[in-house]
């Protein structure tokens, strides 16, 4: 009890104050939409710090007979009542200009740029650090996480055919600075300020950074049609799928010097689903495939140690049947197979961890007031 309590004892706030002046223009053809937002953010954060120190530990040692009830409660209280605070701004500029061209009523183009921003989770910046003096390693989050940012640029076109259907191919760049991730092989180092007031001089860290850069370039295809032109019950099915190809590349850094991979955390290079649906007189069913390639999950200094989410294939059915104009029961299988919800590996291919998800049922009454 004490240790959760220490633990959640959190308290985070952050306050982002912004203005947007966006305009539009219509040329012809052409279509202009342009605007910039400003923001500034605020954090300040409180958590728990978690050490025992050599004080501590000598005490723990020099303990005669059985540990009590109220000398475990004290060395607990000892080891997480410690607190850490830390507070961060940052102010960010996001222009954004977007040009669409119809030359024809079936054919759009496009063509935008837009800056954006991605924040680092509420997690990360909550102070807590964990440290171990026998293995001499701390794991800490970084209150000074700043947010990643991205130059995105994207062209696409869209061909609109009769009676109800769409196919669409773009390609898009993202130039990202700034980039979170996370890692180890960092060594504290000496001085007042070397983040922990001095203290852990030599201890290994492992926390998030901002890394350098980042690029992600890919692919879109995009298919879409509903088979009104079928005779009868025919007309009621569908299909659609889509294609995205990513390749990435990264510069963290690593001791002071920037390390160049071709793997960014978090960016598939491979992602495709397809499905088939059937929708006639309150009968709706669809069934959903997705594939998502195996993509990095965390880097590391350390070749050995990057980790990866596997390859993962689903099959999900939703199906709905209506009773009348106010009510419906519906039925949906999610992950049919029992394909893994999450499996990861180190880079050799080394298995690291794998949770299962059984397929999920879900079924109901929906009835409309």
Known sequence: NITTRANGNQDFEERISAGYLMGQVQLGKFSVLSGVRIEKTETDGEGALVTITPEERARRAAWVGTVTDAELRRRTLEEYSRRATNRGSYRDVLPGLHVKYSPTRNVVGRLSYAKNIGRPGIGELVPRTTVDDNERDITATNPGLLPQ???????????????????????????????????????????????????????????????????????????????????????????????????????????????????????????????????????????????????????????????YNKARRTVDLRTRFSLSRRTDVYLDVANIFNEPDSASEFGAGRPRQVKRMSPLFSFGVNARL
């Open 149 to 307: 940012i991205a130059d995105n640029f994207d062209a696409s076109v869209e061909y609109y055919f009769e009676p109800a259907g769409v196919l669409s191919a773009g390609v898009f760049l993202k130039e990202i600075s700034r980039f979170i991730y996370r890692a180890g092989g960092a060594t504290v180092g000496t001085g007042a300020d070397n983040g922990f007031g001095g203290n852990y001089a030599g201890y290994d860290l492992v926390t998030s950074y901002n890394g350098g850069t980042a690029k992600v370039k890919g692919l879109e295809l995009s298919y879409n049609q509903q088979f009104t032109f079928l005779p009868g019950r025919w007309s009621g099915f569908g299909a659609h799928a889509t294609y995205t190809k990513m390749e990435t590349s990264g510069q963290y850094a690593s001791g002071g010097a920037l390390v160049t991979t071709r793997e960014v955390p978090g960016f598939n290079p491979f992602v495709a689903n397809a499905g088939l649906s059937y929708i006639h007189r309150g009968v709706t069913v669809r069934l959903q495939y997705n594939y998502t390639g195996r993509f990095l999950r965390a880097y590391s200094a350390n070749d050995s140690r990057l980790q």
